[in-house]
């Protein structure tokens, strides 16, 4: 079964006390990404992956960083989390090969209060 | 200006209504264009995709997009109270891949 497995569902912390947030995808795909969704804002992409070792940025890059060391994991990383990153966060893997989009999955989502 | 532009309704409608959800975008490179469902406390799920221009259909639900003017739709029809969710649209420029979402349009289907 194509899975994408956030951790933790949910996470309180307090300013500054550095958090990351794992996502693991079980489908091989070289794609994957980091949204945050707000309301009002939409869904917003933070930082995306096309394969091991390749990140950039989204819309919203600043104050995340993330890093793909194996083809399965992109973990999010706050160094040093604000009251404004409060928020809910979706991560996905894609299977985007040969310039063709053919398939995305989205975890159930970390809600984060800061 | 935007790179993606949706209303975000809310959008009340019948059962059985042909439903219309639309997107404008801004920048003329984009080359995918996505439609997501997301129910409420869920994740999005990828309902259909489109490369480039023309209408792509699945089921119930056609895809079209206008590079001439910049809009892309998802029509829903004979709509059921289970397709009540927000639906966003999403583009991703085929030279740089980063996908850019619009806000999510909030539709209710009522029995």
């Known amino acids: 079964e194509a899975q994408v497995t956030q951790n933790p569902r949910y996470l309180i912390t307090v300013t500054g006390k550095k958090l990351t947030v794992t996502c693991s995808q079980n489908?091989?795909?070289?794609?994957m990404s980091w949204y945050r969704q707000d309301p009002g804002l939409g869904l917003r992409q933070i930082y995306y992956?096309?394969?091991?070792?390749?990140?950039d940025k989204g819309d919203v890059p600043e104050g995340y960083k993330v890093s793909r060391k194996e083809k399965r994991n992109f973990p999010l990383i706050l160094e040093s989390p604000s009251p404004n990153q409060t928020s809910l966060y979706f991560c996905?893997?894609?299977?985007?090969?040969?310039?063709?989009?053919?398939?995305?999955?989205f975890g159930s989502g970390t809600r984060l209060s800061v | 200006q935007k790179e993606v532009e949706q209303d975000p309704g809310p959008l009340s409608v019948p059962e059985g209504a042909i439903v219309s959800l639309n997107c404008t975008y801004s920048n003329s490179a984009f080359q995918y264009f996505m439609w997501y469902r997301q129910y409420s406390r869920k994740g999005p799920e990828l309902l259909m995709y489109t490369y480039s221009s023309g209408n792509k259909e699945d089921g119930r639900f056609t895809a079209q997009v206008d590079k001439s003017s910049k809009y892309i739709s998802l029509f829903i029809r004979d709509s059921q109270p289970s397709d009540s969710a927000t639906y966003l649209c999403?583009?991703?420029?085929?030279?740089?891949?980063?996908?850019?979402f619009g806000k999510g349009t909030l539709l209710t289907v009522n029995p």
């Open positions: 999403a583009i991703l420029k085929g030279s740089n891949y980063k996908l850019t």
């Open positions: 992956s096309m394969n091991v070792e390749v990140t």
């Open positions: 489908m091989n795909h070289e794609y």
């Open positions: 996905a893997s894609s299977l985007f090969a040969g310039g063709t989009w053919h398939e995305q999955y």
